[in-house]
């Protein structure tokens, strides 16, 4: 089942209009939050990224937050899905022909689950990535926003498929490193996690602050800072962040090994024990 224009439909049954502006030119924006024992980690902190989306593409936010998290809650029911990723996306809808907003006034909600990637909560996956060859702007504020469209991303993921490697890590016009395709990068300098500034065109990942609270619990020391590419190489780790895997530990760069750190699986496991901790109840659940 998937929730569409206030509706719960069958999947094969979900339409979107041809003249829709997120399928036109990608306007729109969407979260992917993680589904844990019917609930949602970290809802809050999504649906307030969401709307400081809306409110910089300047489309009306007519949702309230509980409705939204009791109708995602009501779809993982009817799905069968206690733990998954749900889909979440707001579209400025239909207006008139052409880039102007003229016309749009009724924003197109569709929400929508798929299965979670099995994890191991006490292992991080490994993988292989490249450096793409696509750049992402520096101070760009849209980058800052997770809109729907992701060109950049999903050509620096065909680099890494074309590759036959996990991932592609994306630089900045500046030449420094910035995120993974659809992840936020962190690295292991001395003892110190970092992780590139939203200004270098990285995303405020959701996960990537839990990463920062739990650096903080734990007594790590945490920052962030800008790094070149080859730098990389003399980091003790290096690993991405992401609400459907957690961590994710990164084991090559263009077929040079990187070398792996205790922190990275440290983190690992305590951040799906704050998953875990946090999905404990269904106060949202369907009847």
Not at 46 to 70: A, M, S, T, V, Y
Not at 120 to 143: E, H, R
Not at 186 to 197: D, E, Q, R, V
Request: hydrophobic fraction near 35%; aromatic fraction near 10%; charged fraction near 20%.
């Amino acid at each position: 089942m998937v929730y569409i224009d206030g509706k719960f439909v069958p999947e094969n049954e979900a339409k979107v209009s041809v003249f829709d502006r997120s399928f036109l030119y990608g306007d729109g924006l969407f979260e992917t939050i993680l589904l844990f024992n019917h609930s949602l980690f970290r809802y809050k902190e999504h649906i307030e990224r969401l709307k400081r989306g809306l409110n910089f593409l300047k489309i009306p936010c007519n949702f309230k937050d509980d409705d939204i998290q009791k109708t995602a809650i009501e779809l993982s029911h009817k799905n069968n899905m206690p733990k998954g990723m749900l889909r979440f996306q707001v579209s400025r809808g239909i207006g008139l022909r052409g880039y102007a907003i003229r016309g749009a006034k009724t924003p197109f909600m569709t929400m929508s689950t798929h299965p979670m990637p099995v994890v191991n909560p006490d292992t991080p996956q490994q993988w292989d990535a490249i450096t793409s060859s696509y750049k992402i702007p520096v101070n760009n504020d849209l980058f800052n926003h997770k809109t729907c469209n992701k060109l950049i991303n999903i050509l620096a993921k065909q680099e890494a498929d074309s590759q036959n490697v996990d991932d592609a890590i994306l630089l900045n016009t500046d030449n420094n490193v910035v995120c993974g395709s659809s992840s936020n990068l962190f690295y292991i300098n001395s003892g110190i996690i970092l992780t590139p500034p939203a200004e270098s065109g990285a995303l405020p990942g959701v996960t990537r602050s839990v990463i920062f609270e739990l650096c903080k619990k734990l007594g790590l020391h945490y920052g962030e800072s800008n790094v070149k590419p080859h730098k990389l190489f003399e980091m003790d780790g290096v690993f991405l962040t992401m609400s459907s895997w957690g961590i994710i530990e990164v084991s090559t760069i263009n077929n040079k090994d990187i070398r792996t750190s205790e922190l990275t699986k440290i983190l690992h496991t305590h951040y799906w024990n704050t998953v875990s901790d946090e999905c404990k109840n269904e106060e949202f659940q369907a009847n």
